[in-house]
């Protein structure tokens, strides 16, 4: 799961982000409304944590964008304004939740577990599609006769096409969700990573095919 942290307190930003990884997430970090902008129109995060006071743009308008945009996903708005028209006003706007500062960082990931509809503890998730299930604890994809080691980015591109079956998926989509949206990655190396999902798929006997959509991208389908 990729998050995006968007706060002007960058020692804050940076604790936040440093927890997010500890905790097993993958984040990105920006401390001004243009930056929010660009990294969130990338449409590679899963949540963005969105800071209401920020140079340059309020987050509101930012989230007012993103939505706009068609971006689905998951905000949570932190403020240190905490008058209920404030808090109204962001969820109206399309927040999933808000947040007054100062926060606990335990309450923090509770309110993105939340909204992510995601279990208590992120090492316990399985993800199914079809014949398949991807362990996000350990790594593995299980098939109907055996199962095999993923390495992280293998795993990272199966989890975005299992929560995206029968759906073609840009290359740029892609790149950015699994690499980053400032990685400079070569379109080669996501044709291997497509070229090794594939012989594992066909490891585990599964029926499950990742489809190429020329000159868009892949989508994961189950054969009928």
Same mark, same amino acid.
């Given at each position: 799961?990729?998050?995006?942290?968007?706060?002007?307190?960058?020692? #804050?930003?940076? $604790?936040?982000?440093?927890?997010?990884?500890?905790?097993?997430?993958?984040?990105?970090?920006?401390?001004?409304?243009?930056? @929010?902008?660009?990294?969130?129109?990338?449409?590679?995060?899963? +949540?963005?944590? +969105?800071?209401?006071?920020?140079?340059?743009?309020?987050?509101?308008?930012?989230?007012?964008?993103?939505? @706009?945009?068609?971006?689905?996903?998951?905000?949570?708005?932190?403020?240190? +304004?905490?008058?209920?028209?404030?808090?109204?006003?962001? +969820?109206?706007?399309?927040?999933?939740?808000?947040?007054?500062?100062?926060?606990?960082?335990?309450?923090?990931?509770?309110?993105?577990?939340?909204?992510?509809?995601?279990?208590?503890?992120?090492?316990?998730?399985? $993800?199914?599609?079809?014949?398949?299930?991807?362990?996000?604890?350990?790594?593995?994809?299980?098939?109907?006769?055996?199962?095999?080691?993923?390495?992280?980015?293998?795993?990272?591109?199966?989890?975005?096409?299992?929560?995206?079956?029968?759906?073609?998926?840009?290359?740029?989509? $892609?790149? @950015?969700?699994?690499?980053?949206?400032?990685?400079?990655?070569?379109?080669?190396?996501?044709?291997?990573?497509?070229?090794?999902?594939?012989?594992? #798929?066909?490891?585990?006997?599964?029926?499950?095919?990742?489809?190429?959509?020329?000159?868009?991208?892949?989508?994961?389908?189950?054969?009928?």
């Amino acid at each position: 799961m990729r998050v995006l942290v968007v706060e002007d307190d960058t020692d #804050l930003c940076n $604790i936040i982000s440093d927890r997010l990884n500890r905790e097993g997430y993958k984040s990105d970090i920006c401390h001004d409304g243009e930056d @929010a902008v660009y990294y969130a129109s990338q449409n590679a995060y899963d +949540l963005i944590l +969105l800071d209401r006071m920020l140079p340059g743009q309020s987050g509101t308008d930012i989230l007012k964008h993103i939505r @706009a945009s068609g971006i689905q996903a998951h905000v949570i708005i932190t403020t240190a +304004l905490n008058a209920i028209g404030d808090r109204i006003e962001g +969820l109206d706007t399309g927040a999933d939740d808000y947040l007054v500062k100062p926060y606990d960082m335990d309450e923090l990931l509770a309110r993105i577990r939340a909204v992510s509809r995601r279990p208590a503890k992120i090492e316990d998730d399985n $993800i199914v599609f079809a014949d398949i299930t991807l362990s996000l604890t350990n790594l593995t994809l299980t098939g109907p006769s055996d199962a095999r080691e993923l390495s992280g980015r293998e795993a990272a591109l199966m989890e975005m096409f299992i929560k995206n079956p029968n759906r073609v998926l840009k290359r740029a989509s $892609i790149i @950015a969700k699994v690499w980053g949206p400032d990685t400079d990655v070569e379109d080669g190396n996501l044709d291997n990573y497509i070229h090794f999902l594939r012989r594992r #798929l066909k490891a585990v006997n599964s029926s499950v095919m990742i489809r190429t959509a020329r000159g868009l991208g892949y989508s994961l389908e189950a054969n009928k």
